[in-house]
């Protein structure tokens, strides 16, 4: 995983075209070559509303970026066994 600018380099052409120049297997420049549809789910999600702190995502990233950021297994451990217990109903209530 690499945090940082995305890369704006132009996709490579798509192999396998006509050998004309600018198209390929007859689809005009610029057509696009596949239709996105969202969900209603997904249209009502308020981005500005998302749980979001963007000082700790900073901060994170910076230290991913000075090779100090430090990964502590147990606790991911703990927390995917805790999520996984109340997703099944045996939650410690």
Do not use: C, H, W
Request: positive net charge.
């Amino acid at each position: 995983m690499k945090i940082g600018p995305i890369d704006t380099k132009p996709a490579a052409p798509a192999a396998g075209g006509t050998g004309r120049k600018g198209k390929a297997d007859g689809a005009a420049a610029g057509e696009p070559s596949a239709k996105v549809e969202l969900s209603a789910g997904a249209l009502g999600v308020d981005a500005a509303a998302a749980d979001f702190n963007a000082a700790k995502v900073q901060r994170i990233a910076q230290a991913i970026r000075e090779g100090s950021y430090r990964i502590d297994a147990e606790a991911i451990a703990d927390k995917l066994i805790a999520n996984a217990a109340e997703l099944l109903g045996k939650g410690s209530n």
